[in-house]
């Protein structure tokens, strides 16, 4: 990180550099590695009272930059400056083997994308903000679609570059995220390529553009599909009788039946140029035959159907899916 911060762009000019870049990044880094509003303050009474702080054990920094001194010189960067960290932290993780542990379905990782909005205000805005009518009254928001290296079973995820949903260049039509997701995959998707990646999203992510980016980036998808919104694949549903296979476990005392049901080759929409995935469908009921929620979702190059129960406990989830 410390590296990153010393290489980007100073628009300073002239002896006048009191600071380092690096020492500047860093200071604004430290806010959120601590998680304390008052990071800053905090640190200065740390280096007076003791001789030293965590500014400098921690972050190798020579000296304190003042608050309005760090917005000021980072205001003007690029958020994509910050990301060769991503890149060096997945590196590092290869060189180790650390990716061993996230590997599923043999030597395959799983991609989870998302959408995530970390401002909105009736008031404070910019001109990168989104905007929504609410009541009558314009809200203005900033979002993004995050990208994270996930596995079912383990407690860590690995972060990786974001795409932020804002206005872009040559385009009238307000911004969304299956657009930066499609951006994400195209700036992205070769680089973690060789990862082989199966890419998880919600209904929102099954659509045919999305599918679509998501193989030419050498990828699979695992995405979730109600059957509202997709009404062609639906009526294909209703008319055939699915594959199933039946099997009874036990858990302790309790007994849970799973009913597994599956169709390949099924258009994800409707016409001539309709992409064909496969569909999936997990059915996890008590002895009783509750089936209390439902969750659906794709798999790799089609779409799955999962229903579970409450009663069924994490670690007998966890257990299944690593099965599955």
């Given at each position: ?242 594959c199933e296979h039946v099997e009874t476990l036990k858990h302790g005392k309790a ?12 258009p994800l929409r409707d016409g001539k140029d309709a992409m064909h995935v496969n ?10 035959g509750h089936l209390p929620q439902q969750l659906r979702h794709r798999p790799a ?24």
């Amino acid at each position: 990180m410390r590296g990153v911060c010393a290489g980007l762009p100073d628009k300073r000019r002239g002896r006048n550099v009191h600071y380092a870049m690096a020492d500047i990044g860093m200071a604004a880094f430290s806010v959120f590695f601590m998680q304390s509003p008052s990071f800053l303050a905090q640190q200065r009474r740390l280096l007076e009272g003791c001789g030293r702080s965590n500014c400098q054990t921690l972050f190798e920094m020579a000296e304190i930059p003042s608050d309005n001194h760090i917005r000021a010189m980072l205001d003007p960067v690029s958020p994509g400056a910050f990301q060769p960290v991503f890149d060096a932290t997945i590196r590092t993780l290869e060189a180790g083997d650390g990716l061993a542990p996230f590997r599923r379905l043999g030597d395959h990782v799983l991609i989870a994308l998302d959408g995530a909005e970390y401002h909105r205000s009736a008031k404070v805005h910019c001109p990168r903000c989104s905007t929504i009518s609410k009541g009558g009254q314009i809200e203005y928001f900033h979002a993004m679609v995050s990208a994270a290296l996930v596995a079912p079973g383990h407690t860590r995820v690995l972060p990786l570059e974001p795409e932020f949903v804002e206005p872009q260049d040559g385009t009238e039509k307000q911004d969304c995220e299956s657009r930066a997701c499609r951006r994400w995959l195209a700036a992205h998707g070769a680089t973690y390529a060789h990862l082989k990646p199966v890419y998880l999203g919600d209904d929102l992510y099954s659509c045919q553009p999305i599918c679509e980016a998501v193989h030419q980036a050498n990828g699979n998808f695992l995405f979730v599909c109600k059957p509202a919104s997709h009404p062609t694949l639906t009526e294909y549903l209703s008319g055939v009788e699915p594959c199933e296979h039946v099997e009874t476990l036990k858990h302790g005392k309790a007994r849970f039946r799973y009913t597994y049901r599956w169709l390949c080759d099924l258009p994800l929409r409707d016409g001539k140029d309709a992409m064909h995935v496969n569909w999936l469908s997990i059915e996890i009921a008590d002895g009783q035959g509750h089936l209390p929620q439902q969750l659906r979702h794709r798999p790799a190059g089609g779409s799955q159907h999962y229903r579970r129960t409450r009663r069924l406990r994490p670690r007998q989830m966890e257990g299944r899916e690593r099965e599955l």
